[in-house]
């Protein structure tokens, strides 16, 4: 199962990515937290632009039958967080990422290979 979720994961940072998404990062915590087996962490470049890349995590975990266990800060944007038990996904705008320093929390987790596919002349 976690082999399957992990390629479920990549899936989303390269959705995260085609949609001009940055500074994606996904952490193996499983070691080190008894609350989630992965963290996966997004910047958007505005309020709506988190927000948007919110929907379209949803929509592609929809898509393969996984349902959030809690969604936080839609409404306000600069902030949001999906928890799908298996792997919390953080999409934040830069100066809030830059404040909580979100990777920090986990220094002994595994960062993960994401392998994002890139077309030339993409996010320049």
Do not use: C
């Amino acid at each position: 199962m976690a082999k399957e979720f992990l390629g479920a994961i990549k899936k989303v940072a390269q959705t995260i990515y085609d949609k001009k998404g940055s500074n994606i990062i996904a952490i193996d915590v499983r070691n080190v937290s008894s609350i989630t087996d992965y963290v996966l962490i997004a910047d958007g470049n505005v309020d709506r632009h988190v927000t948007a890349l919110a929907g379209e995590v949803q929509n592609f975990m929809r898509d393969v039958g996984e349902k959030p266990v809690h969604v936080e800060g839609q409404q306000n944007g600069d902030w949001v967080v999906l928890d799908y038990f298996q792997v919390v996904i953080h999409i934040l705008l830069p100066e809030m990422r830059q404040k909580y320093q979100l990777e920090r929390l986990w220094p002994e987790g595994k960062v993960i290979d994401l392998d994002l596919k890139t077309v030339k002349g993409d996010h320049e």
